[in-house]
């Protein structure tokens, strides 16, 4: 049980250093309020000032990002980010971290995870439709991390699973340096009526608010403290700050507010989840938002455990929750709509059309503050900056040692980071909904617009490797990656949600990578006219002051507009034509050959073109539209050889390649490179078109998988080939 | 005639059903609330969707079970007419006591979604004459517990009688005689972990499941005439 110390104590005793708050931002409080701020007050400022809520150190940054198009209908600042696809439908998604809960608790953190990124998109009045992840693991050689992937991988499909939400993609990597620092991102993609779209605001004196769906408790109490501060080895695991999820009940809330939004709009003000700092952030923000105060009661808040204090209750991030402002005089009709799905509706108090925020709790006011100054008067910080050591090194590209091609080449398709995932995936059910046009294992996931002929592409790339030699070209080149994988598949590149993963902010270096990686991310958005639509930032993801590699994840919608321009990786026939575009290079630094022969990744990142990579994008994109290609393949990780292989496995067809290239060539990541196959009846109209962006390597063949280079020769049988591939995952996680 | 589809809290493939009945079979779906005591006039067949009905915490289908609609899905059933249960349906039928055997966990104990080579075993049923005996057919499944399991003695009845209609070609979950689907004796009811209305579209990858509902159709119609 929490003692609630007096005003004067909480000030000589410090209390507020623990929750995170400054003695400067202590003392702005004060000033704001004129008096010292009680217990629960305190607790509020601390949860909404904290970096997780007010992006207080990430701000500045953010402001880079382009958030405008022809398409936005919402950006930044409500739940999730919508997009206009025509047809009176848009899209709305976005990302969302839970690293820190998963690190600790890696069930329950990621599937809360999940179950906190679906309410955002419902809360929109879409219905999610696809749900994708980006998961970074320490390496696969101990027992404790195994547990984290499969404790992990268990959470986010148990969860998505049972809302009847596919999980059609995503990526897993495995490196040294998270693993203490799991990265757990998730995104969700929904589909709304233009007509439908909701706001987070509660408009107008006398308002009613309702609390929907589960109790709260006491789990999660300082959840968006705890994700603004780092690990290290003294503190315990901080495991009550996990919350607990109940994917039934969410199923049941999320049907309950969609009919609600659909069949009474007219009383509907406002809808917003309960996330991080639970009650209070989504009250205060909804009043805020709308330039209106809110009266609580406390005592009518559904509990689930006893005498749980104001600042309990509304720290709390009890899962399943959302917060409603209804037309007053229509209680009753949203009462039963809730309980005809067994959810429950409760009305908490009322909006006020002064701006103070005001809480009561057993006839006691409890807490009177200004609604603006706990949602918009946190402070911002520029931090001090610094360039680390590393990157002011100019060095040579490293050298792959190679005695026998063959062995490389499947030690390479061996790499967890490369090997089939399909012993991740198969445990998600990627198919509910039956609109999965393109399942996981592709370059982007694809699901139709049922009723269209449109479909939507997605996928969330990251490549924290690349971001630790150079943030900024890092940056880059997550964009571009993602746009790469969007395009491939016949999609047009709409707007990208992200997940800034970094360490400390108060680390200057830390704070360079963020400025730096923030800047790339920006251009490569102007270049593909993609806007930022949504995200968040999970800063302090450090263990005994040692940073993860800096890891935005960009997660990226696009639209296909016709079905006619899906394409797919995979090798279609025997005997078509394989053309690479673009050029290859000796770029090994970040390589994941660099990082399987020298166990991590060092020196500088090779050079990269945001216009050559936007060219060779439009190329393939003309490509497409021409229906010229047979098959389209993003270059990325392991290089063309791993290219050539997955398009091989893909299609269950060989290649028989030459390339007038030195032989570890093979395995370089140069930047902005498609392959793609092309039917012999083609050949003429895809050369004319592509002119010399295009080199012709060779052909698809039956069962034997082929490269011929300068030196030796990868030469083998395509199923030897794909089965070292397909199994090595498994056989590493047992 | 009406296909009424039943809803339990947490059940998520009925829009699915929904959709392939309507749009690509072209009949009319209705869903009924598992709080509903009686099936629609003219009502012609039942299906019970798969997803996870009350969350499934407990046994799968252990509580919707006990949900009002479940007694008129019996007398349905005892009247012979036809009632089929994909994944979550099965496992309620199965707990409902309609269909013989259990539904257990995977033997992998995890969760697995992937399209699944079967072999039709018994082509004769309600749901299965529009295949050919042997033919395969490649359904999706994703279940965590859909290991069927039946004593010796019930598994050479369901032989005798005819009675497994689907069988895995590489068992996915530990099945018992690999079975993937199985009726009751008296043919009616059919219960399957695989899910033919995620294949019935060329553009998701396949369509053998429309020959199911096919089948399901043309026995009905034929009854009814």
Redesign the interface.
């Known amino acids: 049980m929490m003692t609630e110390l007096s005003p004067a104590e909480i000030k000589a005793q410090g209390l507020y250093l623990q929750w995170g708050l400054s003695e400067d931002e202590f003392q702005q409080v004060e000033k704001i309020l004129g008096r010292l701020p009680n217990f629960t007050e305190t607790g509020l400022f601390a949860a909404m000032w904290s970096e997780h809520c007010a992006y207080k150190n990430s701000k500045p940054l953010l402001k880079q990002f382009k958030t405008t198009s022809d398409r936005i209908l919402q950006g930044p600042g409500e739940g999730a980010g919508v997009l206009d696809i025509g047809d009176g439908q848009a899209v709305v998604f976005k990302a969302e971290s839970h690293n820190h809960p998963t690190a600790v608790e890696p069930y329950q953190g990621a599937a809360t995870g999940v179950g906190g990124i679906v309410r955002d998109i419902f809360s929109m009045g879409a219905r999610p439709v696809a749900m994708l992840d980006s998961l970074h693991f320490g390496e696969l050689d101990d027992a404790a991390t195994k547990y984290l992937v499969d404790q992990t991988i ?1 959470g986010i ?2 969860y998505g ?4 939400i596919p999980t059609v993609g995503g990526e897993t990597t495995f490196d040294a340096i998270f693993k203490n620092n799991t990265i757990m991102n998730a995104m969700c993609v929904g589909i709304l009526n233009v007509d439908d779209q909701q706001k987070g605001a509660a408009a107008g004196d006398g308002n009613s608010i309702y609390y929907v769906g589960a109790k709260t408790g006491r789990d999660g109490i300082q959840g968006a403290i705890f994700a603004s501060a780092e690990f290290s080895d003294e503190q315990e695991s901080q495991r009550s700050a996990v919350q607990v999820g ?4 969410e ?2 809330l999320m049907e309950a507010c969609l009919e609600l939004i659909h069949d009474h709009a007219d009383i509907l003000v406002g809808i917003q989840d309960m996330g991080a700092a639970g009650l209070v952030s989504s009250s205060a923000e909804m009043g805020a938002k709308a330039g209106y105060g809110m009266q609580l009661d406390l005592d009518l808040v559904p509990q689930r455990e006893s005498g749980m204090i104001p600042y309990e209750l509304m720290l709390s991030e009890s899962q399943e929750r959302m917060l409603l402002c209804v037309k007053k005089g229509h209680e009753q009709e949203v009462e039963a709509l809730f309980a005809k ?2 959810s429950e509706a409760v009305k908490i108090g009322h909006v006020t059309a002064e701006t103070q925020y005001q809480l009561f709790h057993k006839g006691q006011q409890v807490a009177d503050v200004p609604v603006h100054a706990l949602v918009d008067e946190a402070p911002v910080y520029t931090q001090p900056s610094r360039q680390p050591e590393r990157l002011k090194q100019v060095t040579e590209q490293f050298e792959p040692e190679i005695e026998n091609m063959n062995d490389t080449f499947i030690e390479l398709l061996e790499q967890p980071t490369i090997a089939s995932k ?1 012993a991740i ?13 393109v ?1 996981p294992g592709a370059d982007s996931a694809v699901i ?1 617009l ?1 009723g269209t002929n449109k479909g939507l592409a997605m996928t969330t790339d990251a490549n924290p490797r690349y971001m630790y030699l150079d943030p900024y070209k890092g940056g880059q080149i997550a964009l571009s990656e993602a746009a790469r994988n969007i395009v491939a598949s016949g999609a047009q590149p709409l707007g990208i949600t992200d997940c800034l993963n970094f360490g400390s902010p108060e680390d200057p270096e830390v704070y360079y990578e963020l400025q730096q990686a923030t800047k790339g991310m920006a251009e490569a958005c102007d270049t593909f006219g993609t806007p930022v639509i949504s995200g968040n930032v999970s800063l302090y993801n450090e263990f005994n002051k040692q940073p993860i590699y800096p890891t935005p994840m960009v997660g990226m919608v696009g639209l296909i507009e016709s ?1 006619d321009r899906l394409t797919t990786i995979d090798f279609k026939h025997t005997g078509d034509l394989i053309y690479v575009i673009g050029t290859t290079k000796d770029d090994f630094n970040g390589s994941e050959i660099q990082k399987m022969q020298n166990e991590t990744v060092s020196g500088q990142l090779f050079d990269f073109d945001l216009q050559v990579e936007k060219q060779h994008q439009d190329l393939v994109s003309d490509l497409i539209d021409q229906h010229l290609v047979a098959s389209a393949h993003d270059l990325a990780e392991g290089g063309l050889a791993v290219g050539l292989a997955e398009s091989s496995f893909a299609g269950d067809l060989g290649v028989a390649v030459t390339v007038d290239l030195p032989q570890s060539w093979l395995f370089a990541e140069t930047q902005s490179r498609f392959i793609v196959s092309v039917t012999p009846d083609n050949q003429a109209a895809f050369e004319a078109l592509a002119g010399d962006q295009a080199q012709l390597i060779g052909t698809v063949d039956d069962d034997r998988f082929a490269i011929h280079t300068n030196g030796q020769s990868i030469d083998m049988s395509l199923a030897d080939a794909k089965h070292s591939w397909k199994e090595a995952l498994a056989w590493q996680l047992n | 005639m009406k296909y009424a589809i039943i809803r339990f ?2 059940s ?2 009925d ?2 059903l929904f ?2 009945l309507r749009d690509v079979m072209a009949v009319t779906p209705e869903f009924v609330d598992y709080r509903e005591t009686t099936l629609p006039d003219e009502t012609a067949a039942v299906l019970v969707p ?3 009905s ?4 407990l046994r799968s289908g252990a509580i919707a079970r006990f949900s009002p609609i479940m007694a008129a899905v019996k007398a349905f059933a005892d009247a012979g007419h036809p009632v089929i249960g994909i994944c979550n349906g099965f496992q309620i039928l199965t707990e409902a006591g309609l269909l013989p055997g259990a539904l257990r966990k995977n033997s992998s104990l ?5 399209p699944q080579p079967l072999t039709v075993t018994n082509a004769t049923t309600l749901f299965t004459h529009e295949f050919d005996a042997g033919e395969t057919v490649m359904f ?1 499944i ?1 279940h ?1 517990e859909g290991n069927y399991y039946c004593d010796d003695a019930t598994l050479a009845q369901l032989k005798q009688n005819h009675q497994i209609a689907f069988t895995y070609q590489n068992n996915p979950n530990g099945s018992t005689a690999d079975i993937a689907g199985v009726t009751n004796e008296r043919g009616n009811v059919l219960g399957m972990m695989p ?1 033919p ?2 294949a019935s ?1 060329a ?3 396949g369509d053998d499941g429309q020959r199911l509902f096919a089948s399901l159709i043309a026995s009905v119609t034929a009854a009814a005439q």
């Not at chain 1, 699973?161 to 009847?164: A, D, P, S």
């Not at chain 1, 109940?246 to 009940?249: H, I, L, M, R, S």
Request: include cysteine; charge should be negative; proline fraction near 5%.
């Open positions: 268990a499909g148990d699973n049972c809302m009847g109940d994917p039934f009940a199923k049941q799905y067994e399909h995936y198969e445990r998600y059910d990627s198919q509910v909904q039956t609109n999965t046009v399942a139709r049922r079905m | 809290p947490g998520n493939c829009w699915d959709y392939v798969g997803g996870f009350y969350g499934d915490y995890d969760f697995i979604c992937k999706p994703a965590g899910h209305e995620r579209e553009i998701l990858g």
